[in-house]
């Protein structure tokens, strides 16, 4: 679910930063209007999902999962209805046992193995074709290894010297930032927040509240959705997330390519 609370890892999951800065670079670079990217969808309290069809939300499955209902989602401002949700047979809810276990010791390594053997990756569908927004085609390509990529969110803040507390708000405003896909492969592509020596000029990371967000990649002159912030492995930023050396793993849709089609093409 998208709550960074005492989640280091289920957080940036259930929670991916409204986008963690750079230290040396101003606020005001990453501010981004929501003409930018108005298939964005903003799910109930806080995470995300993106229009991918007329009537069709994708999303993080720990970003909605965590809800006892969602009735509506917005987009472009708006409030829709929402019909059904498809959670992927896949996805693994990780215990509270575990979760307890890695807190007390700050050993993650059996959350992380959860984490990473599961689809976390759900279908909305609208009660109502969205007429005023026009749906993100998906990345179909499986090689974005070495890619460029800019990512959106609403979620918490900070950046990579503070990082930022569990305990910050989930919902601020609109940012974006780009960073380099590090490795990427079957049910995931990740990538690292590095220090400004190594770092694009408005590198950055995600954080609390990003769950579900965007992941884009540039073809040509349109900006492709490649996959959803998720999470984030607690043990690279030393208990404290959202700082340099943060390592954030995120939804590959090309893995997905199939399973979307099936759900959204079949018949209600």
Not at 77 to 85: C, K, S, T
Not at 186 to 203: H, I, N, Q, T, V
Request: hydrophobic residues 40%; aromatic residues 8%.
């Amino acid at each position: 679910m998208p709550r960074l609370l005492l989640l280091a890892l289920l957080s940036m999951s259930f929670n991916a930063s409204a986008i963690v800065i750079r230290d040396d670079v101003d606020d005001s670079r990453y501010r981004a209007p929501a003409s930018e990217f108005p298939a964005l969808v903003d799910m109930p309290g806080e995470g995300h999902g993106v229009l991918i069809a007329s009537q069709w939300v994708v999303t993080a499955a720990h970003a909605i999962t965590w809800q006892s209902e969602i009735k509506q989602a917005s987009i472009n401002g708006v409030p829709r209805d929402v019909d059904h949700i498809v959670i992927h047979p896949g996805y693994k809810k990780p215990p509270h046992e575990l979760l307890d276990q890695a807190l007390a010791t700050w050993d993650w390594t059996l959350f992380r193995a959860l984490l990473s053997s599961s689809d976390d990756i759900a279908l909305v569908r609208l009660a109502q074709p969205v007429t005023d927004v026009s749906p993100v085609a998906i990345n179909k390509s499986d090689e974005e290894f070495g890619q460029i990529i800019k990512i959106m969110g609403k979620g918490a803040t900070g950046n990579g010297v503070t990082g930022y507390e569990f305990g910050d708000s989930h919902r601020t405003e609109l940012r974006r930032a780009y960073n380099k896909v590090t490795s990427a492969h079957g049910r995931w592509l990740c990538y690292m927040f590095d220090k400004p020596s190594e770092a694009l000029p408005l590198e950055g990371g995600s954080g609390s509240g990003d769950s579900g967000g965007p992941i884009l990649v540039q073809a040509e002159r349109d900006w492709l959705l490649a996959g959803l912030t998720s999470w984030a492995d607690p043990q690279s930023t030393i208990r404290t997330p959202g700082r340099y050396g943060q390592i954030s793993c995120n939804v590959r849709l090309s893995h997905y390519k199939d399973w979307i089609e099936s759900v959204t093409s079949a018949q209600p």
